[in-house]
């Protein structure tokens, strides 16, 4: 089972739609980001948030850490954000020295098209 | 303003070729990371410098990948015999502070684009 589970996979909205992108994980974290990939493989970083609730304009990130669950929120969706949508978590594991303690864990992301 | 660069682009070599990868993180930046992106699937983990310093290389699939950041800025990863399974996006990110001390935000090159023929 992946550590990081995102759905859906693809997501296809009308312009003008609200979209949720939704984030499960199951190991212990810190930090929780959403990240926005465009075609050609560029990375964004959207939001990097541990507790309640950002907001960056059309963009809303919520995240329940008793439940282990993230949402990212598009409102009055665009073409423009058509991309893929990932979901990373920065885990606490056990440290050793050399293990990955602190590294990104990367969902498989969401494929969002938005048609006008 | 300058992100993270990344060279080259696109790399297309035949199997068994060796390959090199460059990143330029953004300048200052102390935490350098490599993550290998394979189609359809999310990034994932590589290697860690901080400084100069490979403090982690857990993520590294075998002895035939190897990374170095000899000056403390820019990194390369090499690739040795290379293999169809070695086909991926290879993305580099960096970030101002040691990881673990406080939360940054990595901020990611557009990644170089490896195919293996």
């Known amino acids: 089972k992946n550590e990081v589970e995102q759905s859906p996979q693809n997501l296809t909205a009308q312009e003008g739609e609200f979209i949720t992108i939704n984030c499960s994980y199951s190991?212990?974290?810190?930090?929780l980001h959403w990240l926005q990939q465009h075609p050609g493989g560029g990375i964004v970083s959207l939001f990097m948030?541990?507790?309640g609730k950002k907001k960056h304009g059309r963009l809303i990130a919520t995240i329940n850490i008793q439940e282990k669950h993230s949402s990212l929120h598009i409102t009055a969706s665009h073409p423009r954000d058509s991309a893929v949508y990932i979901c990373?978590?920065?885990?606490?594991?056990?440290?050793?020295?050399?293990?990955?303690?602190?590294?990104?864990?990367f969902g498989k992301g969401t494929k969002l098209s938005v048609k006008p | 303003g300058a992100g993270v660069s990344q060279s080259p682009r696109y790399k297309v070599a035949k199997r068994g070729q060796d390959v090199a990868l460059r990143c330029d993180p953004i300048?200052?930046?102390?935490?350098l990371f490599w993550y290998q992106q394979a189609l359809g699937q999310g990034p994932e983990f590589l290697t860690y410098?901080?400084?100069?310093?490979?403090?982690?290389k857990s993520g590294l699939p075998s002895d035939r990948f190897f990374a170095e950041r000899p000056e403390g800025s820019v990194s390369t990863l090499k690739i040795q015999r290379t293999q169809q399974e070695d086909s991926a996006v290879y993305l580099c990110?960096?970030?101002?502070?040691?990881?673990?001390?406080?939360?940054?935000?990595?901020?990611f090159g557009d990644g170089t684009r490896l195919s293996i023929l």
């Open positions: 990110a960096s970030s101002p502070k040691k990881r673990g001390l406080s939360n940054q935000p990595q901020h």
């Open positions: 190991v212990g974290i810190s930090a």
């Open positions: 948030l541990s507790s």
């Open positions: 990373a978590v920065r885990s606490y594991r056990v440290p050793n020295y050399g293990g990955s303690q602190g590294n990104l864990i």
């Open positions: 300048s200052g930046h102390v935490s």
């Open positions: 410098f901080q400084n100069e310093a490979q403090l982690d």
